[in-house]
C-alpha cells in the first residue's frame, strides 16, 4: 500500500524568506508525485507533479520540488514566499494503475510580515 | 473552461438525517471522484467512477453512504443517516482518463456540519 508523510503539519515564515515543506512516500512500485495548495474555502489547485525525467520540477507561483527515489522524499520549496502563499499544502501520490490519489495530512505554511 | 462544480457549498443537519451532494465535473472527463477531508487532514478516496462505472468504492461506508454517475455525467453522494463523524468537507475530482498521470481538478467543496 502507498503512504505519504508530510513531515511538518505547521511551518512558520517571514515573507522574503525561503521555505522547505517536507514529503516522504512509500511505495512498492514506481509513482506519479504531486503537490496541491488549498486556499481557505476553495478546492485544492495543483502547484507541480513529477512523472518522470527530470528530478527537479518546477511549478506555478515560483515552486519547485525535487523528486529523490533513493530518499522516498519530494520536498517543495520556494525561495522568496510572500503573504499570499500562505495556505494549507498537501502532497499526495498516485501510480500508473489509475488509483486515486492518496494524500499527507497537510502542512499549514503560515507568512507573516 | 468549466471547472468542477458542486452544490450546495454549505449543509448543515441533525444526526441520523440524509443530505445529498452534487457535483457536475470538467466536459469530458471520464474519470470523477469523491474525497472526504476532515478537518486537519488531507482527503481520502471515498469512490472513484470510470464513465458511469465504479473502479473502487473500497472505502465508502456502504451501510450509509452511496454514489451514483448517471449516464457518466454528473454524480451525487449521499449519505443516510447521517452521524456526527461525517462533518467533513467533500471534494469532488475529475480527470480526462483514469492513469495516474492524468491531472485531477478539484471543485470548491461542501462543507457538511452535523449537529
Known amino acids: 500500500a502507498q503512504s505519504v508523510t508530510q513531515l511538518d503539519s505547521q511551518v512558520p515564515v517571514f515573507e522574503e524568506a525561503p521555505v522547505e515543506l517536507r514529503c516522504n512516500y512509500s511505495s512498492s512500485v514506481s509513482v506519479y508525485l504531486f503537490w496541491y495548495v488549498q486556499y481557505p474555502n476553495q478546492g485544492l489547485q495543483l502547484l507541480l507533479k513529477?512523472?518522470?525525467?527530470?528530478?527537479l520540477v518546477k511549478g506555478i507561483n515560483g515552486f519547485e520540488a525535487e523528486f529523490n527515489k533513493s530518499q522516498t522524499s519530494f520536498h517543495l520549496r520556494k525561495p522568496s514566499v510572500h503573504i499570499s502563499d500562505t495556505a494549507e499544502y498537501f502532497c499526495a501520490v498516485s501510480d500508473w494503475r489509475g488509483t486515486a490519489l492518496i494524500f499527507g495530512k497537510g502542512t499549514t505554511l503560515s507568512v507573516s510580515s | 473552461e468549466a471547472g468542477v462544480a458542486q452544490s450546495p457549498r454549505y449543509k448543515i443537519i441533525e444526526k441520523r438525517q440524509s443530505v445529498a451532494f452534487w457535483c457536475n465535473p470538467i466536459?469530458?472527463?471520464?474519470?470523477l471522484y469523491w474525497y472526504q477531508q476532515i478537518l486537519g487532514q488531507g482527503p481520502k478516496l471515498l469512490i472513484q467512477?470510470?464513465?458511469?462505472?465504479?473502479?473502487?468504492d473500497s472505502q465508502l461506508p456502504k451501510d450509509r453512504f452511496s454514489a451514483e454517475r448517471l449516464k457518466g455525467v454528473d454524480s451525487t453522494l449521499k449519505i443516510q443517516p447521517a452521524k456526527l463523524e461525517d462533518s467533513a468537507v467533500y471534494l469532488c475530482a475529475s480527470s480526462l482518463t483514469r492513469g495516474g498521470f492524468s491531472e485531477q481538478y478539484f471543485g470548491p467543496g461542501t462543507r457538511l456540519t452535523v449537529t
Open positions: 467512477f470510470q464513465n458511469n462505472g465504479v473502479v473502487d
Open positions: 513529477y512523472l518522470s525525467g527530470s528530478t
Open positions: 466536459s469530458g472527463h471520464a474519470t
